[in-house]
């Protein structure tokens, strides 16, 4: 139709058709709309994507270059607004024409790939079809000598036919994978690293043949780690440096193949004296380890461990600590995760008497600043698993409990105290004790009888490490017996009732209050009643405003339990009836606070 080829005229640049003379170069926008009104004729039926091919004959066939490319791009142009009506036997004509053009002069090359991909989403693309064109591409194109843009074209065209032909691109075996990476090999623009290491992870996870390739896949990628990308100013393509790093881990810990190459890079990369990369290489580890078993980590774990140890231990950075620890709490994870056969060596329990070793004696030097790294190696060791657990604390809890007995100093057995208070925390990651394993059930009265002494101590900041760990030791579910609780208790009525000091005091109120909701009975009988006789001798006259708040503040910290709260109320209620008569808002603002910590529903 006449209206139709005038615009597809236009949109090739303005060229005589007939004739092939070149005409004048049109505005990006001017050809771009041109484009569109000849597409919007495809859409309305006034003309076909044949007739566009047979209109722009001569500027697809010009001995210019220049020209042949203006008409490719106005064709593609076309494609890619009006892709999803073409007919399969049109998308084949279609991506047979392209695919020969590939092999034209490279200044045609990015129209071709536009074309590509448009063709790339049509649904109506003939089986076998998605395998020709990528082949071509393979096979034609050098993509590293494109522009970035040209170059994300390729990405794009391989993601759009991994996600509709996944089974006929699967067809290629490892070829497929091996034209991928010629394709990747070298690029550097963030833009398009986003969507090659989609791609990538997309080979991987979705199964893909690698064949003989796994390693040169794995070079491909493992060359941009770490990653040392700055996002210039103002970059308004917003990638953030977060964004390839995490993309990258995505890609280097996505199957256990890639281990026998990524430790020793990680390894490598952690003894290097740059600080993001040693960071990046611990995540990338701990990430690696929630894929990998104990066969991919056995050749690396003597490396692995000397490795984190050096860096706990020698670090001045809080941050590499942190991710230190959780790397090793992430490999002990890994290796109690995994199934043993008779034949198998148990690779964490050889892994745990390692870090023993090295640790262990260094709990017994309170004093020296090698204990807290050692606790906190052991502790995310520890950390992995119920069974790491138990094989760690079988061997701490008695070393602790005599190094308790052998230093005498206040902040030596804080220290110690300190060290055990994080074990018990950790211990309450897992449900009740077993009791034939159970290594608190077994050090059980040493170590109550440690805790209890430090609160007999005159030192305030040991007294407050004893009531938290006293406090954790209740909060194990049946690893208390009635005498022991009746003590524990007693010992926290002591020092809400009668220690000068307010911090231990509070403290201790915090203790009752954690502590009530499961033992209800034993602070019943021993904590509430003992609170109701001090308020009723603090009516006394030698009773002070100070030991009054101290009770009432007491009550209102143990009604966390409804059975409490029915005798704490009523004697509340008595006290107050009791109380000599005077300024109520006087009263009020001495009640208010006790009674505010009460559930509304009780009050």
Wanted: aromatic share 8%.
């Amino acid at each position: 139709p006449p209206s139709c080829r005038f615009q597809i005229m236009m949109a090739a640049g303005g060229a005589d058709i007939d004739a092939g003379a070149p005409g004048s170069q049109l505005q990006p926008w001017e050809q771009e709309n041109a484009a569109r009104e000849a597409a919007e004729g495809v859409k309305a039926g006034t003309c076909t994507i044949l007739d566009v091919v047979e209109t722009l004959g001569s500027p697809l066939e010009n001995a210019d270059p220049r020209m042949r490319a203006r008409g490719l791009q106005m064709l593609s142009e076309v494609l890619l607004q009006c892709y999803s009506l073409l007919q399969e036997k049109e998308v084949t004509h279609l991506a047979l024409f392209f695919e020969n053009r590939l092999k034209d002069h490279h200044a045609v090359i990015p129209s071709v790939l536009q074309g590509l991909r448009a063709l790339s989403m049509c649904t109506a693309l003939a089986p076998g079809l998605a395998v020709s064109v990528l082949k071509a591409i393979f096979q034609e194109v050098h993509v590293q000598s494109l522009l970035q843009m040209d170059r994300h074209t390729v990405y794009s065209i391989i993601t759009n036919f991994m996600n509709s032909r996944e089974a006929e691109l699967k067809s290629l075996g490892a070829d497929f994978t091996f034209g991928f990476i010629q394709v990747m090999d070298g690029e550097k623009d963030p833009r398009n690293l986003l969507v090659a290491f989609q791609i990538v992870r997309d080979i991987i996870i979705k199964g893909y043949a690698l064949g003989p390739f796994v390693e040169e896949l794995f070079e491909v990628t493992s060359c941009y780690f770490p990653i040392d990308f700055i996002p210039p100013a103002n970059d308004p393509h917003g990638i953030q440096r977060e964004d390839l790093i995490a993309s990258l881990r995505a890609v280097l810990t996505s199957t256990p193949a890639f281990a026998e190459f990524l430790l020793p890079l990680l390894i490598e990369k952690m003894d290097s004296d740059v600080q993001s990369a040693k960071v990046d290489s611990l995540q990338t580890l701990n990430a690696a380890c929630m894929v990998y078993g104990q066969k991919e980590l056995k050749d690396f774990l003597p490396s692995l461990w000397s490795s984190l140890r050096r860096e706990v231990f020698q670090t001045a950075s809080e941050r590499i600590e942190t991710e230190g620890l959780s790397a090793l709490r992430a490999l002990s994870t890994c290796l109690s995760r995994s199934v043993l056969s008779s034949d198998d060596e148990d690779l964490l329990d050889s892994f745990l008497r390692g870090i023993l070793k090295d640790c262990r004696h260094h709990l017994c030097e309170p004093d020296m600043k090698l204990v807290w790294p050692s606790a906190k190696l052991l502790q995310a060791a520890a950390g992995g698993s119920l069974r790491a657990c138990y094989q760690i604390t079988s061997n701490v809890f008695p070393l602790l409990v005599e190094q308790y007995s052998k230093h005498l100093q206040s902040s030596q057995r804080r220290t110690i105290l300190e060290v055990l208070l994080g074990f018990l925390e950790l211990r309450q990651k897992w449900g009740p004790e077993e009791e034939d394993k159970s290594p608190l059930l077994c050090f059980k009265d040493a170590l109550c009888s440690m805790v209890f002494s430090a609160l007999a101590e005159p030192n305030v900041q040991l007294q407050l490490v004893g009531i938290r760990a006293l406090t954790f030791l209740g909060l194990l579910q049946g690893l208390l017996d009635l005498p022991d609780m009746d003590k524990l208790v007693d010992s926290l009525a002591q020092f809400i009732l009668y220690e000068e000091d307010s911090q231990t005091s509070l403290a201790a109120m915090e203790a009752a209050g954690t502590l009530t909701p499961f033992y209800p009975e034993a602070f019943s009988r021993c904590l509430v009643r003992k609170l109701s006789k001090g308020l009723q001798s603090e009516l006394q006259e030698d009773s002070t405003p100070f030991q009054q708040d101290r009770c009432l503040q007491a009550l209102a910290a143990v009604s966390t339990h409804p059975s409490i709260m029915k005798e704490t109320v009523p004697i509340l209620l008595q006290h107050l009836q009791k109380v000599q008569k005077g300024n109520t808002r006087i009263l009020w603002s001495k009640y208010r606070q006790p009674l505010s910590l009460f559930p509304n529903g009780e009050r």
